[in-house]
């Protein structure tokens, strides 16, 4: 499955197309710093992260996928 994270640089909202229900998701930076962000279905609220580069990973159980992301 391919997951396209959009708008990249994010403010406030950040998308993820196919976001399966069951899927485990963390926002991380730089640091491996993981924080708990609102979620729900295909969007996470990134309001509160500082301005910098981040990471998203994907966890399906059996396969996981990793993207990165900007926040202005």
Do not use: W
Not at 9 to 15: G, R, S
Not at 21 to 49: G, K
Request: include cysteine; proline fraction near 6%.
């Amino acid at each position: 499955n391919s997951y396209i994270i959009s708008p990249n640089p994010a403010t406030d909202k950040l998308y993820i197309n196919n976001l399966p229900q069951d899927a485990t998701l963390s926002i991380f930076d730089m640091t491996a710093r993981i924080f708990a962000l609102p979620r729900s279905d295909h969007e996470i609220d990134v309001s509160s992260l500082l301005t910098g580069m981040y990471f998203c990973e994907i966890n399906t159980g059996d396969k996981k996928f990793i993207g990165k992301f900007i926040k202005e």
